[in-house]
């Protein structure tokens, strides 16, 4: 939540910036939320891969998956923040 929160602030500024990212996670928790639900294809695929009994080399999977997924999104957010901070300076 940090890799989305933190253009924002060095984008609108520090009071700015918590409203729209009070905005953002709320958004990113319905859209959570209903990607979860039982009527989603995504959700039904992920859980037919984990299973009632996931296997450990598939939990490892979907975890390096995510931890790679965290990393993207790090580095992303760093490219933004830096672009739009530089832009300001000026």
């Known amino acids: 939540m940090v890799f989305l929160a933190q253009p924002l602030f060095f984008r609108f500024g520090h009071m ?3 409203r729209l990212s009070v905005g953002l996670f709320a958004l990113l928790g319905c859209l959570a939320m209903a990607a979860l639900s039982s009527s989603n ?3 039904n695929w992920l859980m037919s891969i984990a299973g009632a009994n996931p296997d450990p ?3 490892g999977c979907l975890c390096t998956g ?3 997924l965290a990393l993207v999104l790090c580095a ?3 490219i933004v923040s830096t672009k739009v901070y530089r832009a300001r300076d000026l």
């Open 16 to 18: 700015e910036a918590l």
């Open 41 to 43: 294809p995504i959700s």
């Open 57 to 59: 080399a598939v939990l």
């Open 66 to 68: 995510i931890a790679v």
């Open 76 to 78: 992303l957010s760093c």
